[in-house]
């Protein structure tokens, strides 16, 4: 007995396992049987792993955009097909993308195909335009018209929605547009909602492409003296682009010499006499001739307007803006005929409230900063329709009328007014549902 203890005590402990069988097998007396056994668990019971979710789908290449008879070609013979033309220009046009992927540059491209970097590039926006055509069900006769050169007129309409696309590309086609035209049309089409509250905006019809290019040319007239051969020219083009009859009416009223000028029950004049632009985002930067004038606050006094400098000059084979003397506010504008002659005597006055202007505004001007360009040379009060910048004691800088101050016996202003600018604003309307493919 002593060595079977002796033997029983060195024994190593046993799981608890091997210790519930040994008591099953051999279970002890009755009497002092006590079941060690817990509760069944569903852990101890084996069963098949379960599966687990799939989190990843596996991967799936995209449908290749080469056309079926381009895809088995290897490298030599895609470019074979770009440097010889073999085929349409939108069904080529894929392979292009598909070079830069095996990391082909457009120099390198340019070199064994002829086609250059500039074309590649409008070769392929091109082709993504007119996929975004076929996806939006455009006419197949409108996409026959481009199936054959016609990849620049469809780059010209890359920054157009889906909608302005198929709309513009159907105009393209009916009035047989030429590059440059297209890029007209496109802008014009692009910039036309952020016209909303110019002079007879309301009465061009947006969802038309010729009367958004009809509003174009009809803003450009009004930067023109009237009357003028310039603003007769850019009338009778708005007047031939119009599509729907308000728009029409409009223009042959400005054609007729009737613009308004009538005064309203308040006193207020309806029609204005100086042309309203509103700057466009970029425009000074893609404009070829630009004027620099000095800027002025309205709540400054005449004091001001005299210090500034008369005249800047650009010097050199740079073009370096030279003022006569220094001065700490300055405004870069496009060279608008109206200021671009002021190379001497111009000047800017800043105001923070449009509805400072002595002319009837609507709701759009209210609370929107403007810019009016004066020119000093000519400080004579002549005509009762012009407007003229003055200084009005305690009140700073003004704008008035001609036959205002000539009831009040004043002759000579400050510099009569030849322009009012509005600042550029951001699009409020998407134009840009599809991607800006530059």
Request: proline share 7%.
């Amino acid at each position: 007995m002593l060595s079977v203890t002796s033997n029983t005590l060195n024994l190593k402990p046993i799981s608890p396992f091997t210790r519930d069988k040994l008591l099953f097998t051999n279970p002890p007396p009755y009497s002092s049987f006590k079941p060690l056994l817990k509760p069944i668990s569903a852990t101890l019971i084996p069963s098949s792993k379960p599966q687990q979710q799939q989190l990843y789908q596996p991967f799936r290449p995209p449908p290749s955009p080469l056309p079926p008879k381009f895809r088995s070609l290897d490298t030599a013979g895609r470019i074979d097909v770009l440097a010889n033309r073999l085929g349409l220009w939108f069904e080529y046009a894929p392979l292009i993308p598909a070079l830069y992927q095996e990391g082909f540059l457009p120099p390198s491209i340019e070199e064994a195909t002829g086609i250059s970097g500039v074309e590649q590039n409008r070769l392929v926006v091109a082709a993504q335009v007119r996929d975004s055509l076929v996806q939006s069900d455009t006419d197949p006769e409108i996409l026959d018209f481009f199936d054959t050169g016609g990849f620049e007129l469809l780059y010209e309409i890359r920054l157009l929605s889906a909608t302005q696309r198929a709309a513009a590309a159907r105009y393209l086609v009916e009035n047989k547009l030429d590059a440059k035209g297209a890029q007209d049309l496109a802008r014009a089409m692009k910039d036309f909602p952020r016209r909303r509250g110019d002079i007879a905006w309301e009465k061009f019809n947006y969802v038309l492409p010729g009367d958004c290019l009809s509003f174009m040319y009809y803003r450009q007239s009004r930067e023109h003296k009237n009357p003028s051969e310039e603003r007769t020219s850019a009338l009778q083009l708005a007047l031939d682009v119009a599509e729907s009859e308000d728009a029409k009416i409009v223009i042959v009223k400005e054609l007729e010499g009737d613009s308004g000028g009538e005064e309203s029950r308040d006193g207020v004049v309806d029609g204005v006499r100086v042309p309203v632009v509103r700057l466009k985002l970029g425009e000074v930067s893609e404009a070829s001739n630009v004027v620099v004038l000095p800027v002025c606050r309205a709540e400054e006094k005449e004091r001001e307007i005299l210090e500034a400098p008369w005249e800047c000059q650009n010097e050199g084979e740079f073009g370096v803006v030279v003022a006569e003397k220094g001065w700490k506010r300055w405004v870069v504008l496009p060279g608008w005929e109206p200021v671009y002659g002021l190379r001497k005597g111009g000047v800017v006055v800043s105001f923070g409230d449009a509805r400072a202007l002595p002319w009837k505004v609507n709701r759009w001007y209210k609370e929107e900063a403007i810019l009016v360009v004066a020119d000093r040379g000519r400080k004579e009060v002549m005509a009762d329709e012009g407007f003229y910048l003055v200084a009005v004691d305690g009140e700073g800088l003004k704008v008035e009328r001609g036959t205002a101050l000539k009831e009040r016996g004043v002759v000579e202003s400050l510099g009569t007014v030849v322009m009012v600018v509005r600042p550029p604003r951001e699009e409020t309307d998407d134009q840009m549902g599809d991607d800006d493919w530059e």
